[in-house]
């Protein structure tokens, strides 16, 4: 069985200040990586993803993360925070051929970002 | 550009009536699935189905039943609601074919058991 741990329920950041949530997995295969983003009152969308290839995967809006398969982590990084960034991130995995099926979420780390 | 549309947005029941959450998505998508999102728990599979006719459970499946008749709809039936059951209903849907790796969600159904 595969599961997905972020330790960090709630995150307040300064606006402009650098954040990391972070994410860490259990598998025994190989899976695919996804952060999902919600923002208030709507529903999940992809933020990035990890399929294979380079370790570094990065956003459209400045988040990146890296695929750490020897401490099996995914955090999520971003170097300055903006207010719009506030929202709930969910980190999932999928260990499905099609990757973005019967995804396993994480608990879910709400990102505060303080003006 | 509708992508997955779920109905009601919010619904109240009272324990033991029964109701059906729709979801419809115009995406031509293979794949559509049920989580349920509670807090502290993140989203939990409900049930699946990987095309017409073809359903499965997933990882909460007890007290919901779904059918897959065509590939735009999935909806889900609560046959006798429980209090247990308050939670908000995510639909989403993804390709089979492609590249894209994405699941679309809907805007999510909150509903109250009281």
């Known amino acids: 069985a595969q599961s997905v741990t972020q330790l960090d329920s709630q995150v307040p950041v300064f606006e402009e200040a650098p954040v990391e949530l972070r994410c860490n997995y259990s598998s025994s295969v190989s899976v695919y990586l996804f952060w999902y983003v919600q923002y208030p009152n709507q529903g999940l969308q992809l933020l990035l993803k990890?399929?294979?290839?380079?370790?570094l995967v990065k956003s459209i809006n400045g988040f990146e993360a890296e695929f750490n398969k020897s401490q099996t982590s995914f955090h999520l990084r971003k170097p300055s925070v903006h207010i719009s960034d506030t929202a709930e991130y969910f980190c999932?995995?999928?260990?499905?051929?099609?990757?973005?099926?019967?995804?396993?979420f994480g608990t879910g780390t709400r990102l505060t970002i303080i003006p | 550009n509708a992508g997955v549309t779920q109905t009601p947005k919010f619904q109240v029941l009272k324990t033991g009536q029964s109701m059906t959450l729709q979801c419809a998505q115009d995406m031509n998508h293979e794949y559509m699935s049920w989580y349920r999102q509670d807090p502290g728990m993140g989203l939990r599979l409900i049930h699946y189905?990987?095309?017409?006719?073809?359903?499965d459970q997933g990882e909460v499946p007890n007290g919901y039943n779904v059918s897959r008749s065509t590939t735009e709809d999935f909806p889900l039936r609560l046959l006798s609601a429980a209090p247990s059951q308050t939670s908000v209903y995510f639909c989403?849907?993804?390709?089979?074919?492609?590249?894209?790796?994405?699941?679309?969600f809907g805007q999510g159904t909150r509903l109250t058991v009281v």
């Open positions: 990890y399929l294979s290839g380079s370790t």
């Open positions: 999932a995995v999928s260990k499905t051929n099609f990757g973005n099926e019967k995804l396993t």
């Open positions: 989403a849907s993804s390709s089979r074919t492609g590249v894209s790796t994405e699941a679309f």
């Open positions: 189905s990987v095309g017409a006719g073809i359903t």
